[in-house]
């Protein structure tokens, strides 16, 4: 049973930057796969970046990349989205997901848990 918690979420201007952070609890952290998707309203929730358990691998919806960065840290439980040169339509509800896997995986599907969401919105 993993746990999580997002916070960093707010209201930045287009160019602004915003780090999100994931806490997660339960022993199986470590060896979750984690990733960060987001919902706009009206849209279905997508895929926006995955870490693999040791952090050795990720994955980024083309989107975001080059613009944004996921990692995590095993020893503190946490998960984080560095998020630069953000623009309106990055504006959505971020949420934090836990694989019961290791591996990357882009898809809501498989992801067994999740947090309860931050709100992030970038004014024009």
């Known amino acids: 049973q993993v746990q999580l918690v997002e916070s960093g979420g707010g209201l930045v201007q287009a160019g602004g930057s915003l780090r999100l952070s994931c806490a997660a609890s339960?022993?199986?952290?470590?060896?979750?796969?984690m990733g960060w998707f987001r919902q706009a309203p009206g849209k279905e929730r997508e895929f926006v970046a995955g870490?693999?358990?040791?952090?050795?691998?990720?994955s980024y919806a083309d989107s975001v990349k080059g613009r944004f960065t996921i990692s995590r840290d095993n020893a503190k439980n946490t998960v984080y989205l560095q998020m630069n040169s953000l623009k309106p339509e990055d504006t959505a509800v971020y949420y934090c997901?836990?694989?019961?896997?290791?591996?990357?995986?882009?898809?809501?599907?498989?992801?067994?848990?999740w947090g309860q969401g931050t709100q992030v919105t970038v004014s024009s």
């Open positions: 339960g022993r199986s952290f470590t060896r979750a796969a």
């Open positions: 997901a836990a694989r019961g896997a290791m591996s990357v995986a882009t898809t809501t599907r498989e992801y067994a848990y």
């Open positions: 870490i693999n358990w040791s952090g050795g691998t990720t």
